[in-house]
């Protein structure tokens, strides 16, 4: 009892509401009373008058169990409190005590008033109508016992003929004793209340709901209002309610090279939040977001979608939820905010968050590069910090140190108080690929820092922990000797073989706080390591899935599905049959449960077979020592990524390179040496020559390896054909497109994204966008040296260097159709292979006419130097 005697500030509270003073104590110490008070009033308990308030502590913290054994008492036993309307060493107090347990909110106990024998038997008589009702509740971080008034309901079985209550007169004790003085007073303002309306005090009901609200003490039961709420209105200031919906929101980031590398998407993000201006009340917090994609806008990237919600379903889940899974919102958090506290505390009454499954789909590029950015972002801003004190970046390695300064000493931080923290489990699918290999083309565009973060990635030079950033690339580094020459084909094959991961299931168990306080840092540490218990639970889960073992997570996760299929689909067709008294929904189901244990048995071990297969031939790629050749591999369309795949067009595509395998190795002792020879003469034979045998022996042992890959990949996926319960998602938007020779950003365009990304597919390819028209059956596209006009099928019909134009002029000319249409002639300053010093662009509209022949004009000058490139 060591805290603050009003119980400001203390862990556990009893507040005396009543007209009655009420004695309390720790229960299971007055068989034992403490010797330290010599007057032996120890065990009276504490004496709490009315409309009082005192902090309860434990007497005894650590007793022993009264019962066998003399065992520790448990926390429930030992939050049990003893009280009563007398000093509990009494008569009246041992009539009168009840016992109830601090460890459970809402318990409750009753007083009864009428067994005082201190009081009169007419006093007696008069208080058989009242009891005294105590309520366990929170008050913030607080848990108190609160005790209030309230009018004994009549019973059914109550007896009608006792007027009047059994027993003897008033106890024998001094007219002065201050305790029967206090009790006194306590029954004569109760009778006075009765007389003056029997309905005064509350049922029990009403009491009850009083008790858990928590209205000021000295005021009178009598004044509450109809909805049991102490608080007049006037002092819950204006209430404020606001309600924000929006359609979504599209964050593009953009690096320093620059160029787009991801796109993040929220998509119906809903709040609602209500509170008063004096904070006397609850407040409340409803946010819901319904959709969060982030694409990967890398070129060459294997996932184009990187993290959305996990939308893969069992197939007898799938009818029954496809519904409710679409509207179902991917996160949804409630706050319940209690009244501000005196104490400072920020109370929160209940929080709970509804995270739902996720996806997530990397590559080791893509987060290298996210790193970077995040990482380039902190330098600009620290590097602003300096020259203007009006834009600051935290350092945040210095701000990691101090929260978890922090979270060890509890101390400079906003302390919460929890009710109920509920976080629901949640799971995330997980698959990782590597990097794929840019293209010269697309290199030159991504730029020399972007692009040699790619052949480091692919290459297998990842460093961990290096310095500020957690994955770190080699950039530059080159085998100079046969021995770092096999160490990093060793290193290769290893971060390939871990970076190969195919729908590892990650599943977080939930959290549940309550009644708890923390600063914020500290619930942080309490999460990240809930998280990462969590973790490392799953780490079983992350090596099975892993390709290089051929996926027995997922081999074993089908034929499971399969086996399920194939006991419970026959008892639904039985129970339908039942029902509908035919017979043919039985056999039906008979027959899907048998194509489903087939068809998640051959397609499982084909997939297991593909992986490993797969698995091998990117190894023995690097074995052969051929970059150029391992790349080409990488490049190539995989047949996972195909759509509609059945047998016959894996077996075709296998075919194709298993001979594409030996032609590959044939020709490779040709080429190989000649390659060698142009760029360092005899020594670049002599390592062409060896490269060539290496390959001729390791090339075609690969042609054999993919064509099982994409027979296996065939086989799986006309298994899976007609029954694919997963949806596709693809990108919210084309990548953005940059403009002119100084990249620069620009407001989205779709149609500039399209045109940007039809050209790297053309002869244009490699050469930076400057802008486009549209003339309905032909396109216009406008690279920084050259001009590119598409036909209807994407078919080139003319290029042009711009530094060949001598000038341009728009004309009204008739169409080959016989209508009148507009003609751009362009004058050549020499003439082409064909002779021809004049081209001739047809269109339909004057206006796109003018807007070619202006565009075209602006690219001239550009190429010349006399046009900015804000003036496109």
Known sequence: EEEDERGDGCLFRVDNCSLFPVWVSQDGILANPSQRDPHGDASCGDHLPPNQRIAFALDVPFRQGKYSHRKAATLEELLRVRIGLGPLHSRSGIESTRVVS??????????????????????????????????????????????????????????????????????????????????????????????KDPNSFPTQEEASRMAMNAFKLGTANNETESDGSRRDQ???????????????????????????????????????????????????????????????????????????????????????????????PLLVIGLNFGPRHKSGIVILKSVT???????????????????????????????????????????????????????????????????????????????????????????????????????????????????????????????????AVMRGVVKSIVVDSLLRLDGASLSFAGV???????????????????????????????????????????????????????????????????????????????????????????????????????????????????????????????????????????????????????????????????????????????????????????????GISDGITDVMIGVKGAMDHGSSNVATLAQVRPRRALYGRERAIRPYSTADAAASALMTSTRLAGELYMSHVDMGDQIAIFGARRLLMLGPHAQELLVLKYKHIESVETRAITLADGAPGWGIIIILNRPRRNGSEVEVINCKEESQAEEMCSKLESCMRSVSGDLEIHEF
Not at 313 to 325: K, V, Y
Not at 610 to 616: C, K
């Open 102 to 195: 601090l460890s459970h909110i809402g318990s409750t106990v009753r007083l009864n008033p009428s067994k005082l024998q201190i009081l009169h038997q007419a006093n007696r008589a008069a208080l058989q109508q009242v009891r005294i009702i105590g309520v366990v509740t929170n008050d913030g971080p607080t848990r108190v016992l609160r005790l209030v008034m309230m009018k004994k309901e009549d019973s059914l079985f109550s007896n009608p003929f006792a007027d009047e209550p059994v027993g003897s007169g008033p106890q024998a004790r001094s007219e002065h004793d201050p305790d029967r003085l206090a009790i006194d007073r306590g029954a004569e303002s109760s009778i006075a209340i009765l007389e």
């Open 234 to 328: 006037k002092d819950r200031g204006t209430i404020i309610s606001l309600r924000m919906a929006f359609s979504g929101f599209l964050f593009s980031l953009v690096d320093s090279s620059p160029g787009e590398i991801a796109v993040i998407t929220l998509k119906n993000l809903n709040a609602l939040a209500s509170w008063n201006t004096n904070r006397t009340c609850d407040s409340t917090i409803y946010i819901t977001v319904a959709h969060f994609q982030v694409d990967n806008m890398l070129p060459n990237s294997p996932y184009p979608v990187a993290i959305s919600p996990d939308l893969q379903m069992r197939e007898d889940e799938e009818s029954q939820s496809a519904e409710d899974t679409s509207q179902a």
């Open 353 to 483: 968050v509804a995270p739902r499954n996720l996806a997530i789909r990397v590559d080791l590029a893509f987060l290298v590069r996210i790193q970077k950015y995040v990482m380039d972002m902190q330098r600009h801003f620290t590097n602003e910090s300096r020259k203007t004190s009006q834009l600051t970046m935290p350092d945040l390695g210095k701000r990691e140190g101090m929260l978890l300064a922090a979270a060890l000493s509890g101390t400079n931080s906003q302390r919460l108080y929890f009710g109920g923290l509920t976080i629901l489990p949640c799971s995330i699918k997980l698959s990782v690929a590597p990097a794929k290999a840019l293209s010269p083309t697309q290199a030159a565009l991504e730029g020399e820092e972007n692009a040699a973060i790619h052949r480091a990635v692919r290459k297998g030079d990842v460093k961990l922990g290096d310095s500020d950033a957690l994955l770190g690339v080699k950039i530059g580094h080159r085998n100079a000797t046969p021995q």
């Open 512 to 702: 549940s706080l309550q009644n708890h306080v923390a600063t914020a840092p500290q619930l942080g540490s309490i999460l990240t390591a809930h998280y990462l218990s969590s973790l490392r639970q799953n780490v079983p889960a992350l090596l099975g899935s892993m390709s290089a073992l051929g996926n027995p997570v997922g081999l074993v996760r089908g034929l499971g599905d399969g086996v399920s299929d194939f006991v419970l689909e026959p008892v639904k067709g039985f129970q339908k049959s039942v029902q509908e008294m035919d017979a043919s929904h039985l056999v039906d189901g008979v027959a899907r449960g048998t194509i489903s244990l087939a068809r998640h048995t051959v397609g499982g071990f084909a997939d297991s077979a593909a992986a490993l297969a797969e698995t091998f031939s990117k190894n023995m790629a690097v074995l052969t020592l051929d970059r150029r050749y391992a790349q080409k591999r990488d490049r190539k369309e995989n047949l996972r990524e195909v759509e509609d795949i059945n047998v016959a067009l894996g077996f075709g595509s296998g075919v194709q390179k298993l001979a594409h395998g030996f032609v590959e190795g044939v020709t490779g002792v040709v080429k190989a040496p000649m390659r060698g020879a142009e760029k360092r003469g005899f020594e670049g034979f002599a390592k062409g020559l060896g490269k060539g045998l290496l390959g001729l022996l390791v090339k075609p042992i690969i």
